[in-house]
């Protein structure tokens, strides 16, 4: 059977698409190298949209106002443009209040595009341009180490990572915080107090790897304006030990951490990236693997919640479970030599 997977690679092909989230300008090429800070596209997003009713106002049919109307679709308009004036001595007008672009024009109706903001979309980790999709954005191909999470909050930022865990149960307390770590990725644990991430605020950092977050910290963490990263997900969980050895090891380097919301429909997933040096490009991974006996597996339920084990045997048909469920299991072996019975669906494959 299919099995879901949570990549854990110390060094593989990673190839990421950025994207505006509106048509823009594309500023960057096909095999164009870029920094994670480089910004690759930009574009404008109209925060509110104000529809003008010139027919209703002027008090006259749709077909006349179209007539009386001065601006049309693409026009830059500023404040207290005229839009349309209606005849007599005293004559009503139809003004803009604020600046902004014409939409639409019909109907005896003018719509509006008012609070333009700039949008720049950062490359967001180094490496090459290998497409270009027109007025959108670019897929950005490099290698390095990939070890992915649970949750994010949405943000994306590189930094050099600092490690604030001394083993993958360590909790994160913001005594441990200081000015030294400031402009920094912190490598923390559990973080169970908002205090925390308030803390990493005001230094401020540019991204907090953490096992796990308590769940009362949900909308806090959203809130931030760096990336977060919660490897375990929500609760008080420790590190995978997989993913605690890859980062431990990778102290002291740029680290990419991309804290994209999980989605199992588009395969996108909170994750961090190292870029490494090569001399040779490495293999992109498996987004679709089959269980097999050998494989490290990541348990997905209580009380090994999250443990790296190796998958030792695939059950045929279907086992008895200690629970009295008869389901597809596997036994897999623990890192202290337990043997234990598991069904498929409480299991992922690490690779």
């Given amino acids: 059977m299919y099995a879901p997977t949570t990549h854990i690679l110390p060094l593989t092909t990673i190839q990421r698409e950025r994207l505006l989230p509106v048509p823009g300008t594309v500023n960057v090429r096909i095999n164009q190298r870029v920094s994670a800070t480089d910004v690759v596209a930009e574009g404008r997003w109209a925060r509110e949209h104000v529809l003008l009713d010139v027919a209703r106002t002027l008090r006259i049919s749709a077909a006349l106002a179209d007539k009386l109307i001065r601006c049309k679709t693409g026009d830059e308009l500023a404040p207290n443009t005229l839009i349309a004036s209606g005849r007599g001595i005293f004559p009503r007008e139809v003004r803009t209040k604020r600046e902004g672009r014409v939409v639409v024009v019909g109907g005896g109706q003018v719509l509006l595009e008012v609070g333009d903001v700039n949008i720049e979309l950062?490359?967001?980790?180094?490496?090459?341009?290998?497409?270009?999709?027109?007025?959108?954005?670019?897929?950005?191909?490099?290698?390095?180490?990939?070890?992915?999470?649970?949750?994010?909050?949405?943000?994306?930022?590189?930094?050099?990572?600092?490690?604030?865990?001394?083993?993958?149960?360590?909790?994160?307390?913001?005594?441990?915080l200081d000015v030294s770590q400031r402009g920094s990725v912190i490598l923390g644990g559990v973080c169970i107090h908002p205090d925390v991430l308030r803390a990493a605020a005001e230094l401020p950092v540019r991204g907090l790897i953490l096992s796990?977050?308590?769940?009362?910290?949900?909308?806090?963490?959203?809130?931030?304006?760096?990336?977060?990263?919660?490897?375990?997900?929500?609760?008080?969980?420790?590190?995978?030990?997989?993913?605690?050895?890859?980062?431990?090891?990778?102290?002291?380097?740029?680290?990419?951490?991309?804290?994209?919301?999980?989605?199992?429909y588009s395969g996108a997933r909170p994750e961090v990236i190292i870029p490494v040096p090569i001399t040779h490009e490495p293999a992109l991974p498996n987004d679709i693997e089959v269980f097999a006996a050998g494989q490290q597996v990541r348990l997905r339920a209580a009380?090994?919640?999250?443990?790296?084990?190796?998958?030792?045997?695939?059950?045929?048909?279907?086992?008895?479970?200690?629970?009295?469920?008869?389901?597809?299991?596997?036994?897999?072996?623990?890192?202290?030599?337990?043997?234990?019975l598991v069904p498929l669906a409480n299991m992922e494959v690490v690779g």
């Fill in 122 to 176: 950062r490359a967001g980790l180094p490496g090459m341009v290998t497409q270009v999709t027109p007025e959108r954005g670019v897929m950005i191909q490099t290698a390095g180490s990939l070890i992915q999470g649970v949750w994010g909050n949405g943000r994306i930022e590189t930094g050099l990572m600092i490690s604030m865990m001394d083993k993958p149960d360590s909790v994160l307390d913001v005594s441990r």
């Fill in 303 to 340: 009380p090994y919640y999250g443990t790296v084990v190796t998958l030792v045997n695939l059950r045929a048909g279907l086992s008895t479970l200690p629970s009295g469920l008869r389901a597809p299991a596997a036994e897999v072996r623990t890192e202290s030599g337990e043997l234990l």
């Fill in 212 to 264: 796990s977050l308590h769940a009362s910290l949900i909308s806090v963490a959203q809130q931030m304006r760096f990336p977060i990263v919660a490897m375990e997900g929500i609760g008080t969980l420790p590190m995978n030990n997989a993913a605690y050895r890859l980062l431990s090891t990778n102290v002291k380097r740029e680290v990419t951490v991309n804290a994209e919301a999980f989605d199992r």
